[in-house]
């Protein structure tokens, strides 16, 4: 074959193999095929040392100018290629249009966040972790390890979402007790630290929902366990807490309240924030607002945690999340907050960041 035919071939062979590629990977690899050290242009080079003078100037000068030309082919081919795939992404989709100017609503957090955050960094000024709590735990958990046995009245009001596994969507923060005691166990026993602690966490209940009822809510639990820690700590504490939660001078008062975990148990009211104490519609007239149910933790609870109730003493407390960030933002209806209406949550956080 002469040289003008084998650079004829060349073309030919270069022009078939080029429509068959539909990828950018195989035409490097065909790049290195024709001008790679043992490509089949580089091979014509070589053989240009078996021709005349005379010939090697001019074939020389020809397959000089095929190497460009087979190169500026492929550059051409891969352009068409990245176009064509650029096309292919742009019509598959539809729904995301990069000309659309970008939305000016910068959008806010949710209420909860920020009673939530608010919170926790009080309490972590206050020396307590922040512990962070998964929402499926098991029956042990959320019941038997805080004092509630299985066929345990309280379990009624308690009716949750059960898996196929046996564990269940937790109903309350109380769940996270008995893991935090183990945790932190040894911390109070060898260095005398006590236990200072809050885990905030969905909770998740088999409720008809209304206004102030919802399957899905937050609460933020604590506990405060050590050497000689009694009621008077736990009063100390909430006072300290709810005024700088509330950004003013709150009064507290406990009333007997019934929870298998605590004894003493009680719930904690606060003086109404709308009419100081004095009574109107918001308050039933009574004065005090409900917010916080706690108590001394019972010593079957801190055993079942592995510590010693005859040595350590606490307190627990479980702070309505939901209640709070309604009573703070005058939200009326508990059901705006899971609606994920942004129009609707907006509106009570002011696009607050
Ligand atoms: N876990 C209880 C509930 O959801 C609330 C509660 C009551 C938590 C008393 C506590 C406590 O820590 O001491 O009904």
Not at 178 to 185: A, D, E, L, P, V
Not at 221 to 231: A, C, L, R, T
Not at 303 to 319: K, N
């Amino acid at each position: 074959m002469s040289m003008d035919e084998r650079i004829a071939e060349l073309k030919a062979r270069l022009d078939a193999e080029l429509s068959r590629i539909t990828e950018g990977a195989d035409l490097e690899n065909l790049r290195v095929e024709y001008l790679g050290k043992k490509g089949s242009v580089t091979e014509l080079l070589k053989g240009l040392k078996d021709l005349s003078n005379e010939e090697k100037k001019t074939f020389g000068q020809k397959v000089n100018l095929l190497k460009g030309e087979v190169s500026d082919r492929i550059d051409e081919y891969k352009a068409r290629l990245a176009k064509a795939e650029l096309e292919k992404e742009l019509n598959s989709a539809p729904e995301f249009d990069m000309s659309v100017p970008a939305d000016t609503q910068r959008g806010s957090y949710h209420p909860i966040t920020l009673v939530q955050r608010e919170c926790e960094r009080i309490f972590k000024s206050m020396g307590f972790t922040v512990e962070d709590y998964s929402e499926i735990v098991s029956e042990y958990e959320c019941f038997e390890s805080l004092n509630i046995p299985k066929h345990h009245p309280a379990r009624d009001m308690q009716d949750t979402y059960y898996l196929e596994n046996g564990q269940l969507l937790k109903t309350q923060t109380s769940a996270a007790q008995n893991r935090i005691y183990s945790k932190y166990k040894a911390q109070l026993i060898n260095e005398g630290k006590p236990i200072k602690a809050i885990f905030p966490g969905r909770c998740f209940r088999n409720e008809s929902t209304d206004a102030t009822h919802e399957n899905t809510f937050f609460q933020m639990e604590g506990v405060m366990v050590g050497k000689d820690i009694n009621i008077s700590n736990l009063i100390f504490f909430m006072k300290t807490m709810l005024s700088e939660v509330f950004q003013r001078d709150i009064k507290v008062r406990l009333r007997p309240g019934f929870f298998p975990f605590v004894e003493p148990g009680f719930e904690l009211d606060i003086n109404c924030l709308i009419c100081g104490g004095v009574g109107c519609p918001s308050c039933n007239r009574s004065g005090w607002l409900e917010l916080c149910p706690c108590g001394m933790i019972h010593p079957r609870v801190l055993e079942e945690g592995g510590i010693d109730p005859e040595e350590y003493t606490g307190y627990a407390f479980g702070l309505g999340l939901t209640r709070l960030a309604m009573m703070k933002y005058g939200i009326k209806d508990i059901r705006d907050l899971n609606s994920g209406n942004l129009k609707a949550l907006d509106q009570f956080t002011d696009g607050e960041e």
